[in-house]
């Protein structure tokens, strides 16, 4: 883990061991957490993709699979929009038990009860493509090198967060627009 991450509490830091592991393009990963984030149901595909066990999973942070490679203006972004109630688009990177890890496009959205106050969030996340991994990571290598450069969380955040915005304005008009236009070139 990086001096701007630590792990959730109550774990012990997995060390990423550089293998990459995939999953079927058939296959969904699919979680739900609460308000807060932390797992409420991951379905068989996070567990066995993710080197755990459904009962060390439940009732945990979903942080626990982030990778320490993973820049932190992205997941800035997803609290930001999912937080407002709105759907994300995002390609990340997860960091599994085993210290392997492994390139999602995950769908995050908003859960809301009855009278349309959110109580959760629901991810499915699909296998990527290789053009659509080597569009992204270049990306968040450069925002990653940003945060580098700040000795604490919050102003990594704020410098990484707008170097972001920066680059992918100079691509398309918003992150989304981006990951859209990244998935049908793919399709293309």
């Known amino acids: 883990m990086t001096a701007l991450q630590s792990p959730p509490r109550g ?34 595909v996070f567990c066995r993709v993710g ?32 937080s407002a109630g709105q759907e994300l688009f995002a390609y990340i990177n997860n960091l599994a038990a085993d210290g392997a890890n492994y390139w999602v496009l995950a769908h995050v959205t908003p859960s809301f009860d009855e009278r349309g106050q959110i109580v959760g969030y629901h991810s499915n996340r699909r296998r990527p493509s ?14 990653l090198a940003e945060e580098k450069k700040h000795s604490t969380a919050k ?12 680059l992918v304005a100079e691509r398309a008009a918003s992150y989304e627009d981006l990951v859209w236009s990244i998935i049908a070139a793919e399709e293309n």
């Open 11 to 44: 774990r012990t830091a997995v060390r990423p061991t550089g293998v990459e592991r995939s999953f079927g393009a058939d296959e969904l990963i699919v979680s739900k957490t609460d308000r807060r984030g932390v797992i409420t149901y991951a379905n068989d």
């Open 51 to 82: 080197a755990y066990a459904l009962d060390e999973v439940i009732g945990q942070p979903h942080n626990l699979i982030r990778h320490p490679d993973m820049p932190r203006a992205v997941f800035a972004l997803l609290w930001d929009t999912i």
């Open 130 to 143: 290789p053009g659509a991994l080597a569009q992204v990571k270049p990306l968040y290598t450069t925002l």
């Open 155 to 166: 102003a990594a955040v704020s410098a990484s967060s707008a170097l972001f915005t920066q």
